[in-house]
């Protein structure tokens, strides 16, 4: 009778409503209603970030993992991902740098990324958009591949989608 109750145990029992934190619990507590993320990694950081959170995914409340991508001028750093499928691995720069990297070369990367629309395209064709509520593209920004090639698959995605995801911007 005096005892207060949290928002947690009453968001069970009240009929629902349009609050904030009683939509994210039921997103917390209902699979089928969690959302569907697209994951794209660029560079080094990026690539290692999308990795860790696709392998963790079913066991966390982010929600189900439509599609993992990276993207990389390292041929080391893209062999080393594990839950990112290899068909979705895309190294890029070859004949720039041979697989090797760009060792925080800013500039060489925006070269790169330059002659790579072709398979950065491929990168974004990758992830269903229509099947997800959200696209993440995550990068270093230390100056080398993620800072320069994550602007260019932010406007080849902006093409891409139809309609407004949440939260962008």
């Known amino acids: 009778s005096g005892t207060p109750t949290s928002w947690r145990t009453s968001a069970r029992t009240r009929p629902e409503t349009d609050t ?5 619990y039921r997103w917390q ?3 089928s209603d969690r959302m569907k993320v697209g994951l794209i990694g660029v ?4 690539g290692a970030v999308v990795d860790t959170v696709a392998a963790t995914a079913a066991e966390s409340r982010v929600g189900p993992v439509v599609a993992s991508v990276a993207v990389d001028t390292d041929r080391d750093d893209l062999g080393s ?8 691995r895309h190294l890029i720069g070859q004949v720039d740098v041979g697989g090797h990297g760009t060792d925080g070369n800013q ?3 925006v070269e790169i990324a330059a002659d790579a629309q072709a398979e950065l395209r491929s990168a974004v ?3 269903p ?3 997800t509520d959200a696209i993440l593209i995550v990068a270093g920004l230390a100056g080398g591949t993620g800072g320069a090639i994550a602007p260019c698959i932010a406007e080849l995605l902006r093409d891409v989608v139809s309609q407004p995801l949440y939260g962008v911007g």
């Open 107 to 109: 500039d060489l990367a």
């Open 129 to 131: 958009v229509s099947q």
């Open 81 to 88: 991902l594990s839950a990112v499928p290899a068909e979705h």
């Open 125 to 127: 064709d990758a992830v």
């Open 43 to 46: 560079g080094r950081a990026g």
């Open 29 to 31: 507590a209902s699979p």
């Open 20 to 24: 904030v934190g009683e939509r994210l």
